[in-house]
């Protein structure tokens, strides 16, 4: 048994979470609607999902990483579907008291919402994927596969917990009308990264790239 793969698996896991996307203004807004326990709780769900594709990559498996990555489509599509709904929620979402209390499902709610949205999103197994075998890492198995894999959790949630800390701090701060703000902007830039997953996996984004020049 070597610990040093805990400490690479938390960089790793740090690393990985740190990267800004939908998922990040998700939570920061989650956080700032409904509290911090409530944007902690959503981040654990990302870090869960973080550790399950972080153990496929680790204990080398496969026939999994196989069966993902030849139903991509299906899973950006579900993804992308998801993240739309999500962003016309959140786009519609009252900032009052009332509204936080009613559009909230949950702790459990929160950590399973989260968890469904990563899982679905193809480029995450492929990531980790990518970083173990480029780090010599994949496929390991045993002790030395569990060690990384806890270390992708612990290494996620630690980012989570920073970052929910930090916006938790600044919430009580944040007025009605910024609120409202916030939830357009963090609601626009979930419905254009569930119109690009759709296109991306109809195979439109090159389509539409070549039409307009960029390619």
Known sequence: MDSTFLLRG???????????????????RRTVAHGRGYGLASGLG????????????AFGLTAVTS??????????LVGGAFRIWLALRTIAARPTEAAA????PGLLGAVLSIYALTMTNPMTILSFAGIFAGLGLAGRG???AALLTLGVFLGSSAWWLALTAIVGRFRARI???????????????LLAF???????????????????GLR
Do not use: K
């Not at 069966?67 to 950006?76: D, N």
């Open 194 to 212: 569930g119109v690009v997953a759709i296109l991306a996996a109809l195979g439109l984004v090159a389509v539409l790239a070549r039409t307009v």
């Open 67 to 76: 069966v993902v990555g030849g139903g991509r489509t299906a899973l950006a």
């Open 101 to 104: 209390t009613a559009d909230r």
């Open 142 to 144: 045993g002790v030395d």
């Open 10 to 28: 938390l960089a790793v896991g740090f690393t990985v979470a740190a990267a800004v996307g939908p998922i990040s203004l998700l939570t920061i």
């Open 175 to 189: 007025t009605s009308r910024a609120l409202t703000w916030i939830n357009r902007v963090s609601g626009a830039a």
């Open 46 to 57: 990302v870090a869960l999902a973080d550790a399950s594709y972080g153990a496929v990559a």
